[in-house]
Nanobody, 122 residues
Framework: QVQLVESGGGLVQAGDSLRLACAVSGRTFNNYAMAWFRQAPGKEREFVTSVSRSGTSLYIDSVKGRFTISRDNAKNTVYLQMNSLKPEDTAVYYC????????????????WGQGTQVTVSS
């Protein structure tokens, strides 16, 4: 298991940008695929994006072209750059880690951060 700590959430207006960070400790970061999930009030947790060990990324359609995931293996950190934010992006965002290969299913991830709130006002 690894320990994950998110930061960077906040309250912004529609069209603004935020960058989330997830610092990872405890194991070899390079062995882990990383992902961001989000959970809005009254909704299930949903996959947003993932980045493989080699840097290949996947996104859900609603964030393509607006969000960018990246990882810095030297700093054991994964980032989520969110541009052109919309009110429907409002949620608690969670960082997750999985050995070797990421999936879109939250049940496959054994390590989670505490979550960071992102609120986008219209």
């Amino acid at each position: 298991q690894v320990q994950l700590v998110e930061s960077g959430g906040g309250l912004v207006q529609a069209g603004d940008s935020l960058r989330l960070a997830c610092a990872v400790s405890g194991r070899t970061f390079n062995n882990y695929a990383m992902a961001w999930f989000r959970q809005a009030p009254g909704k299930e947790r949903e996959f947003v994006t993932s980045v493989s060990r080699s840097g290949t990324s996947l996104y859900i359609d609603s964030v393509k072209g607006r969000f960018t995931i990246s990882r810095d293996n030297a700093k054991n950190t994964v980032y989520l750059q969110m541009n052109s934010l919309k009110p429907e992006d409002t949620a608690v965002y969670y960082c997750a880690a999985r050995l070797w290969v990421a999936t879109r299913d939250s049940r496959d991830f054994g390590s989670w951060g505490q979550g960071t709130q992102v609120t986008v006002s219209s």
